[in-house]
Structures are given as structure tokens and as C-alpha cells.
């Protein structure tokens, strides 16, 4: 196991972020099908409050999660993306 800039060879993916997402009106169900066909995602949860999805994402690299982000905004349906990496996890 080794560490490059920016890159961890070997284990699980390392880094994580959530993903809000705000959807137009009536758009929620087709933006749900389409984020079934992208890599990258743990889970996906809807939601009430600011936003209506929350996802899960967990990659390799910062410019995977740019891709993943650039991805799921040309989503038809998607009003506004707010990203979010995970800077420690806490089990309970």
C-alpha cells in the first residue's frame, strides 16, 4: 500500500462526499432512473426539507467526484447540486 499525490493504491475507495440534490416539480422519479445508470454512488435517499436527494458518493480521486457532479447535473430534472466530501466518519 502506497500513497501518490492525491491517489491511495490499494483498499476501498477513499474518498467520500454527499451530494444534494434539488429537482424540479414532477421530475423526481426520472431523475431517480437516471442515477440508477451512474458509477460511483453508495446510496441514494429521498428526502424532505431544502433539497429532495441525498447521495452517497465514494471515489478514488477529487476528479472522479467532478465527474460523477458534472454527471448527475446534466440529469434532466436537476435544479441544483450541492457537494459535500466527507471529512471523517464517526460509527456510534
Given at each position: 500500500?502506497?500513497?501518490?499525490?492525491?491517489?491511495?493504491?490499494?483498499?476501498?475507495?477513499?474518498?467520500?462526499?454527499?451530494?444534494?440534490?434539488?429537482?424540479?416539480?414532477?421530475?423526481?422519479?426520472?431523475?431517480?432512473?437516471?442515477m440508477?445508470?451512474?458509477?460511483?454512488?453508495?446510496?441514494?435517499?429521498?428526502?424532505?426539507?431544502?433539497?429532495?436527494?441525498?447521495?452517497?458518493?465514494?471515489v478514488?480521486?477529487?476528479?472522479?467526484?467532478?465527474?460523477?457532479?458534472?454527471?448527475?447535473?446534466?440529469?434532466?430534472?436537476?435544479?441544483?447540486?450541492?457537494?459535500?466530501?466527507?471529512?471523517?466518519?464517526?460509527?456510534?
Amino acid at each position: 500500500m502506497y500513497i501518490t499525490p492525491y491517489i491511495f493504491h490499494g483498499g476501498e475507495k477513499v474518498i467520500k462526499a454527499y451530494i444534494l440534490i434539488r429537482t424540479y416539480v414532477g421530475k423526481l422519479e426520472n431523475v431517480l432512473i437516471e442515477m440508477k445508470k451512474l458509477n460511483n454512488i453508495e446510496s441514494v435517499a429521498v428526502v424532505t426539507g431544502d433539497y429532495d436527494i441525498i447521495v452517497k458518493a465514494r471515489v478514488d480521486v477529487l476528479e472522479d467526484l467532478m465527474e460523477l457532479t458534472d454527471k448527475i447535473q446534466l440529469i434532466d430534472g436537476i435544479k441544483r447540486t450541492t457537494t459535500s466530501v466527507i471529512e471523517k466518519e464517526i460509527t456510534l
